[in-house]
């Protein structure tokens, strides 16, 4: 899974089944949960072309994002209708800019990427297999500034009954992953029946959670 010709695949194949075509309600709905100043700088890892983007950008200053697929960064651009500027940089990464929005294109355990106030992760700590979460999250939490703190939204199900990615991360793992902060539960959303996963993939249980995580005063 470290293979970052498997998210290639996904983006030039447009098999992006992650991707939401509208802002995630659930950011809207809990993103003062962070406590957010317009000052604060953002960081959203493995971004895709998420709509967040945008809506973000539109509560803060300096939203930067980081994603391995060019095409996915490009795709961001080309549909807000948005011209970046693209500068190219050493380590096989290319950074996209246009107003109060940065993404960096390439790897992002190895991004020169700016340190954040607030991280908002909704489909990256999923994405990643267990051998892989531990090291995303030191740096993420190298990334965070003092007192910074990270939305994080994730799923739950009975991982031997579907492959991932999306992967299930349970909140014990959540709490695990992130010890020395606090870890707040904000919310579970639980499929019915009719959810494509319940109905479609034959899950017996499905759900969504939201996290606030902060740093330990």
Same mark, same amino acid.
């Given at each position: 899974m470290r293979d970052p010709e498997f998210w290639h695949s996904k983006w030039a194949a447009n098999h992006i089944g992650f991707h939401l075509e509208d802002v995630n309600p659930l950011l809207v709905r809990? &993103?003062?949960? %962070? *406590?957010p100043k317009r000052s604060d700088q953002v960081l959203v890892p493995l971004c895709g072309k998420s709509?967040? $983007?945008? &809506? $973000? #950008? %539109? *509560?803060?200053?300096? !939203?930067?994002? #980081?994603? $391995?697929s060019h095409i996915a960064v490009r795709a961001f651009f080309a549909e807000h209708f948005y011209t970046p500027t693209v500068t190219t940089l050493s380590g096989q990464h290319e950074l996209y800019q246009f107003d109060e929005l940065a993404i960096y294109a390439g790897d992002f355990f190895t991004a020169p990427l700016s340190k954040a106030d607030i991280v908002y992760d909704r489909a990256a700590l999923i994405a990643l297999p267990q051998e892989m979460r531990l090291e995303y999250v030191q740096r993420v939490r190298s990334l965070l500034n003092p007192g910074g703190g990270i939305l994080l939204i994730t799923l739950d199900y009975p991982q031997e009954e579907m492959s991932g990615p999306p992967f299930s991360v349970a909140q014990s793992e959540v709490e695990r992953l992130f010890a020395g902060m *606090? !870890? %707040?539960h904000l919310f579970e959303d639980i499929a019915d029946e009719r959810h494509p996963k319940i109905a479609q993939k034959g899950l017996s249980r499905f759900a969504e959670h939201v996290y606030l995580i902060e740093a330990i005063d």
């Open positions: 809990f &993103w003062q949960e %962070t *406590k709509e967040d $983007l945008a &809506w $973000l #950008a %539109t *509560k803060h200053d300096q !939203v930067e994002g #980081a994603e $391995l *606090k !870890v %707040t």
